[in-house]
């Protein structure tokens, strides 16, 4: 299998580490062949190629089974002008690879439970799949732009009906192997746009009459994230909401650090990376929790590859180490040992192998 | 002083009473005149008027100091097209009385503080005040409609430089009368109106040079609400996203039927009404929690009337209520006694008077 690594900036290029090792483990316990090609993206990118993204990483992704990403941005380039942002280069790959489907699984770890924000008793027994369109809505929408020498601003929402079908589509299978109930997100009392998508969630509900569907309001969604979370399964949504409401997710259970996801298409092809962030002031020390990044890999082993047994043990592998005591500096286990990026990464090999 | 009272659906009537007999008790006891005319609203006034939003009502509005709004909107009215919506009704007549600017203060009541999902330590001490735009952007641009045979969808982001200047003006001012802290929203790595905004903000920075002002991603805001919410003094942002961190913030103390609002214009005329919805489940049973209706009159008579010292003792009258343990069975106080909206409202009137 033919994987496209792109640390990018920050803390990325460390955590890429570990999931070369962690895939190296895999590779040699069950006799798979990985073959890696590093590339550059982001900030990176753009100090060595003066674009966020080169062609020859967009061509390495294009003909790759699956792209394992680093994080990007930091401030050194936070006044840049649009077009040479380090996000650009990921809102760019994303759209070359038509990665349309953003999955964004939530769920608390026990022995990490304690660090949460919320309540024990509301956060309990959470687990949340958000699904979140990628490709399209506010995000790609032309014209965006300045009108009458800058007296008007304009950004568009918009989305084709094929667009909407298919992340929709998504969402009922995924709500169909997990605990059949779908929520999709949508803002139908006032955009058009949403009273199209909750038209067509209609429609596919027909196809999938074991899953149970319920429409909520961004805004509702919002805040039954937080007084409800654990009413939830999979949750689906436009870009833009997506992007606000699995931020919000991701620290309800109290440990940003290990969240992963995926960026996927129809065929399999996809892009995995933390949920956090490059992390630009940990950069270098050697102390980033890299488990975030292993867990992504876990999902590229499952998603794109088809080794759910692969991916389990490397999940379970995770756990194991938590409740061993194993923890970086972000994460506080209770009488548990603090370690760093390389030792927590050897931890996983231990339980894995 | 005249003031129109659009009481609209479900417990809308009844705290509309609530309303009315504290504005009374005001007015003797400081020797004001409050006019009351009551106009119809929402589903109510589709029912009656077969439109959301009446001419009289438009009418009635805009001869007035001020409008006190109930709640709109109720299963009743859900299957009916767009134009027939109770939700129209409120989105026009914040449109027509040119209200841009909706204040939605997000404050804790030690008493009622331990049903907030947050843990206390996250929660105490928060003291936030949203300042959403409320008559531009994704709510009101054009286009807004299908194209190509039902094949596409658009919705426009739309704003001018003025809306703009003037939302963020009242963001600086705000910040300048509490704790001059100001927190700008947007999604300047995706929007190009984003970047207009953050221009702005620059420039009115330079105007407020005791505000301390810095620049929040929506996806980061919706994050830090929940870690640290104690962290916001105010947040100015555009329309959408107001919609969805308001009502985000609104539950975090865990009493969301206490909390006011306000939708004002620069010359002083505004709109008040409670932040919870129309509960048709409770309607008319007499239970349903006044105090985020009275709240709003004393917004009411600070913002639009002028009545500082007034609004200071309704807003103390409730605190009292609360502490001598009354409450409504949405609230929930150790020791205290449970009662219903005319009891409630009697118990704020004694501790006014
Ligand atoms: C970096 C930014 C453009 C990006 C987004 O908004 O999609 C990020 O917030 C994310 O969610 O992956
Ligand atoms: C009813 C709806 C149109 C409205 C809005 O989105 O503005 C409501 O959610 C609000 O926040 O007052």
């Not at 316990?29 to 003066?50: K, L, M, N, P, V």
């Not at 699956?66 to 994080?71: N, T, Y």
């Not at 006032?190 to 149970?212: T, Y």
């Not at 876990?298 to 080794?307: D, N, W």
């Amino acid at each position: 299998k033919k994987i496209t690594l792109l640390p990018g900036d920050g803390i990325g290029k460390e955590i890429m580490e570990s999931a070369k090792v962690v895939l190296n483990t895999i590779a040699s316990e069950y006799d798979h062949r990985f073959s890696f090609q590093e590339h550059a993206i982001g900030g990176d990118a753009i100090d060595r190629y003066g674009t966020p993204l080169p062609e020859d990483t967009i061509q390495a992704c294009e003909d790759s089974d699956a792209v394992l990403l680093g994080a990007v941005g930091g401030p050194k380039w936070d006044g840049n002008p649009p077009h040479l942002r380090p996000e650009k280069g990921l809102l760019g790959i994303r759209k070359k690879l038509g990665l349309f489907a953003n999955l964004r699984p939530v769920q608390g770890f026990s022995s990490l439970l304690h660090a949460s924000p919320l309540k024990e008793e509301v956060i309990k027994g959470s687990d949340i799949l958000i699904i979140r369109e990628l490709t399209g809505g506010l995000y790609f929408g032309r014209p965006s732009e300045r009108r009458n020498d800058g007296k008007e601003v304009v950004d568009t929402l918009a989305y084709s009906r094929q667009e909407m079908e298919r992340i929709i589509e998504k969402g009922f299978q995924s709500a169909q192997i997990r605990n059949k109930q779908l929520t999709s997100v949508d803002k139908a009392n006032v955009l058009e746009s949403s009273r199209m998508w909750r038209e067509i969630v209609e429609e596919k509900a027909k196809e999938f009459p074991d899953v149970k569907v319920e429409h909520l309001l961004v805004d509702a969604a919002a805040m039954k994230l937080i007084t409800e979370p654990n009413r939830f399964d999979v949750i689906v949504t436009e870009n833009l909401f997506g992007d606000i409401l699995s931020d919000e997710a991701s620290v309800l259970t109290g440990s940003l650090g290990m969240l992963p996801s995926a960026s996927v298409r129809t065929d399999g092809v996809g892009l995995y990376e933390p949920v956090h962030g490059s992390a630009p002031d940990i950069q270098g020390k050697g102390i980033a929790n890299p488990l975030g990044m292993i867990l992504s890999v876990a999902l590229m082993l499952r998603h794109s590859f088809h080794m759910e047994e692969e991916a389990t043990e490397i999940e379970k592998a995770v756990n194991e180490c938590l409740e061993q005591g194993y923890h970086t500096g972000d994460l506080d286990i209770k009488g548990g040992q603090k370690v760093g990026t390389k030792e927590m990464t050897q931890a996983v090999i231990e339980n894995l192998t």
